[in-house]
């Protein structure tokens, strides 16, 4: 995957898009990109099968764009999440 600094050079809206369309396209499942209550986007991706090694390490760097992110695991379901932008921008 091509690097993107999608830190500097684009809007919290333009950066939330490029982790979801790259998820996707490295998941190959639509993640969920929404606004936030107080500004900021929030991307959520299930997760339905654990990837292999090398696209485990793509969607790490891909997660690492944005200013937060992390894993929730509930029985019966398992996502990723990414934030861009306020509350702590």
Do not use: N
């Not at 639509?30 to 090694?53: Q, S």
């Amino acid at each position: 995957m091509e690097h993107d600094d999608t830190r500097t050079d684009r809007s919290p809206a333009e950066r939330a898009r490029w982790i979801g369309d790259a998820l996707h396209k490295l998941t190959g499942h639509r993640p969920l990109v929404e606004r936030l209550p107080g500004g900021g986007h929030r991307v959520t991706l299930r997760i339905v099968e654990h990837p292999d090694a090398a696209v485990a390490t793509a969607v790490l760097r891909v997660l690492g764009t944005a200013d937060r992110f992390g894993h929730r695991a509930e029985p019966q379901q398992e996502r990723l999440w990414a934030e861009v932008g306020p509350p702590s921008a």
